[in-house]
Structures are given as structure tokens and as C-alpha cells.
């Protein structure tokens, strides 16, 4: 990596999905591998299931902790409609880790609006670069459905130039010791998707 080069990430999902613990063992692990890292939170309504926004730039020196719009080497979405909301993040040729899960919110389950229909073509049509995955499904083969968010980041670890060490060294310092080797399983059974 050159001196003035720059990787951007954007985490994007909805309240209650572990977008902050994923955020966290990125930045970690970016910190582990030497570099300088910066990351910005937006999570307005999270806790009503609203939009939650992560943004993680690592380099030699980062002056700026915000993603421009049309930069991010990597957006993950632990929501499938988030993905979308936020596709403009992604730089050309980057790549999209996108979980299949769809999350009502209360607009639509009020029925004052409508969930979108054939939202993994939408995703094809917007993404290049698509990394579809039931998250949920392999987080519970892995031992419990809150790692979901951490077989995301196994996908994604597939994207960035960061070692694997320092990817199991920031999970172990961010999970209790009990969930380390779970979420720990939950991040290899992810990297099996590119």
C-alpha cells in the first residue's frame, strides 16, 4: 500500500444487527495490522429499527474519518434493502456483501408502504461485484444467529488487504471469551463466500 493510499468501507443495516460490533472488529483489525485508522457512526432511529450507518478508512494516514460518496472498496449490508439505499457509497469495480435477510419496517408493516419485490435483481442490476449471503442461515450452523454480522465480515475479509490474525485477534478482544470461538467459526464459514 502507498503512502497516500486509502481503503473506505461502509457497513450499512438496521438497529439491532451488530452493524457497531462489525465496525469495531474492522477498525481493529486495521489498527492491528498497522494502520491509521478513522471511523464515523450514523444510527438516528436505530433503536426502532431504523437505518444504521458505518464508515471505516484505514491507510498510512487518514485525515478523515468519512467515506465520499463513490469511494468505498467494500459495502456490506446486513439488510438486503440497506444495500441498496446505500449503493452509492461503492466505488467502480468494488465489491457488494450483501445478506439476504429482509427486514420489515414498521412503514410497510402499517401498510403505508410497500417492501420492494425481486430485491436480489435490483442488487444484480446495481452491483458488479455481488456477494449474496444467507447469513442468518450459516451464523445458526455456526452456533448461534447474532454471528451473522461476523460472517459478513469473513466475506468481506476476502476484499481487504488485512491478515487473518489480526481479523481473530480483533474478534477475540471484541466478544466475550464464551462467543470467541463461535463467532470465530462464524467468520471462517463467510470467507468461503467471494
Known amino acids: 500500500m502507498s503512502d497516500n493510499q486509502i481503503t473506505s468501507v461502509v457497513l450499512s443495516g438496521v438497529g439491532g444487527q451488530g452493524i457497531l460490533l462489525a465496525s469495531e ?5 486495521a489498527m492491528l495490522a498497522d494502520f491509521d485508522v478513522k471511523t464515523n457512526e450514523v444510527h438516528g432511529m436505530a433503536q426502532r429499527g431504523g437505518s444504521v450507518l458505518a464508515q471505516i478508512r484505514y491507510g498510512k494516514k487518514v485525515y478523515s474519518p468519512l467515506v465520499a460518496k463513490g469511494t468505498a472498496k467494500v459495502l456490506v449490508a446486513l439488510e438486503q434493502i440497506e444495500a441498496l439505499r446505500f449503493s452509492d457509497y461503492l466505488a467502480p469495480g468494488g465489491v457488494a456483501v450483501v445478506n439476504s435477510q429482509a427486514i420489515i419496517p414498521v412503514t410497510v408493516s402499517s401498510g403505508a408502504a410497500k417492501y420492494p419485490q425481486n430485491v436480489r435483481q435490483k442488487l444484480e442490476d446495481v452491483f458488479d461485484k455481488l456477494v449474496f449471503i444467507d447469513a442468518a442461515k450459516i451464523a445458526i450452523e455456526a452456533g448461534n444467529i447474532r454471528a451473522a454480522n461476523v ?17 481473530l485477534k480483533a474478534i477475540e478482544s471484541a466478544v466475550k471469551d464464551k462467543y470467541a470461538e463461535l463467532n470465530k467459526k462464524a467468520f471462517y464459514a463467510g470467507r468461503d463466500y467471494k
Not at 472488529?25 to 483489525?29: C, R, S, V
Not at 460472517?151 to 481479523?167: E, F, Q, R, Y
Open 25 to 29: 472488529i474492522t477498525a481493529n483489525t
Open 151 to 167: 460472517v459478513l465480515l469473513g466475506a468481506m475479509s476476502n476484499h481487504l488487504d488485512l491478515p487473518i490474525d489480526c481479523w
